[in-house]
């Protein structure tokens, strides 16, 4: 835990810094990098052994990434969150049978890579539509990462003070019902917090606290998506890469399901 905490102390300013004052270009090339490490990271949980598949797997998201970029970046991006958030509305099918696609078949590797890509891609371009959105973007960002964040702080302590329930034991038996809710409140409560921040007044404190529920929720299927991938593969962690919190895709999984319900629901609530 004290690693834990050291680890957190030292990367989290500099995560609030970069996303408030890089240019989205920077961020984006930044989030690129990060989003690779735990595609990498991806490709080793789900048994793609042969150096040249994984390096295959990344060139064909950086593509995608690209060509983003160069093309009608906000049609195409804002499509490409649509159909983030529609997977993600999906995985809950998947989490209610986390034994799916366990096998090591060619079939079952083919769909647990573009369910990565689903997730990784959708996940980068609603970070940056967000970051690129007028003077107030880089705030809306910071909220939808720090939500998330306090989301899983609050899952942690609540859970470990008074869990009991467990949430999905199938799939993570640490997860209870407790640090649910916790969560769930501490993601709303960070994000009110922020809405003077972000010029919102009275009015818009429902919609919103409903945006920070959705958000909240989606944040946990990430996480429990990432946990089946693991229980599957037999291994409690992504990688090692980050003391005390494991992987890259460790600390990415909610991120990933939370930032395109994030841009859908804020557009959706006239936020």
């Not at 890089?22 to 949980?45: D, K, N, Q, V, Y």
């Not at 060619?106 to 007028?134: C, E, F, M, N, T």
Request: charged content about 10%; glycine content about 10%; overall charge positive.
């Amino acid at each position: 835990m004290r690693q834990r905490i050291l680890t957190a102390l030292l990367l989290l300013p500099a995560a609030i810094a970069c996303v408030l004052w890089l240019p989205t270009p920077w961020l984006g090339s930044l989030a690129s990098i990060i989003i690779l490490l735990g595609l990498w990271e991806l490709t080793r949980l789900i048994g793609l052994q042969t150096l040249a598949l994984r390096l295959a797997y990344l060139a064909a998201n950086v593509a995608v990434m690209c060509w983003l970029v160069w093309s009608v970046w906000l049609g195409l991006a804002l499509g490409m969150v649509v159909i983030g958030a529609a997977f993600w509305l999906l995985v809950p099918l998947w989490l209610a049978y986390p034994g799916a696609f366990a096998g090591p078949s060619r079939q079952h590797v083919a769909i647990k890579l573009l369910a990565g890509s689903l997730a990784a891609i959708p996940a980068w371009s609603a970070l940056l539509l967000l970051h690129g959105d007028g003077a107030l973007g880089p705030r809306w960002a910071l909220l939808a990462l720090v939500s998330v964040w306090a989301a899983d702080s609050f899952a942690y302590f609540s859970g470990s003070r008074w869990g009991q329930r467990k949430l999905a034991p199938k799939i993570s038996p640490g997860k209870t019902w407790a640090g649910l809710w916790g969560g769930l409140a501490g993601c709303v409560l960070i994000t009110l917090i922020a809405a003077p921040a972000l010029g919102l007044g009275w009015l818009e404190i429902p919609a919103l606290a409903l945006l920070a529920l959705v958000t909240g929720v989606f944040s946990v299927f990430g996480d429990l998506f990432e946990s089946v991938f693991k229980r599957q593969a037999g291994s409690k962690d992504s990688g090692a890469l980050i003391p005390g919190h494991g992987g890259v895709l460790d600390r990415i999984d909610s991120l990933l399901a939370a930032l395109p319900v994030f841009v859908v629901f804020k557009l959706l609530l006239g936020l």
